[in-house]
Each structure stands twice: as C-alpha cells, then as structure tokens.
C-alpha cells in the first residue's frame, strides 16, 4: 500500500522533516519521553482584607 506523503524517496527525509522524522523514531523506541506540558504557576491568593 502506498501512501502519497512518501514520496518517491522512501527512507530519505528531506532535511526539514529530518528531525521529525528522528523524534518520531526515539518516541517509538522509548528513548526520547515526551515533553511534559509546562504547569502553570498557581497564582498567589489574595490575602483577605480586614472588615472595618
């Protein structure tokens, strides 16, 4: 089965998608884990004002 995002050069990536084309291969092989989102800082509470 062909797929049409091959192209006629199976194996060689074109330099940009080189390095997806890596990533792809370490996520698959489990040695590069993904890149865990980064959390978001909790805001600082606002301290209660006192009632006058």
């Known amino acids: 089965m ?3 995002w ?3 050069a199976v ?5 940009e998608n080189a390095w ?5 291969a370490l996520l698959r092989s489990g040695a590069l ?3 865990p989102e980064p959390e978001p800082e909790p ?5 209660p ?4």
């Open 6 to 8: 091959t192209g006629p």
């Open 43 to 47: 805001e600082p509470e606002p301290e």
């Open 20 to 24: 997806k084309v890596r990533r792809c």
């Open 11 to 15: 194996g060689s990536p074109s330099p």
């Open 2 to 4: 062909r797929f049409a």
């Open 33 to 35: 884990a993904p890149e």
């Open 49 to 52: 004002e006192p009632e006058p």
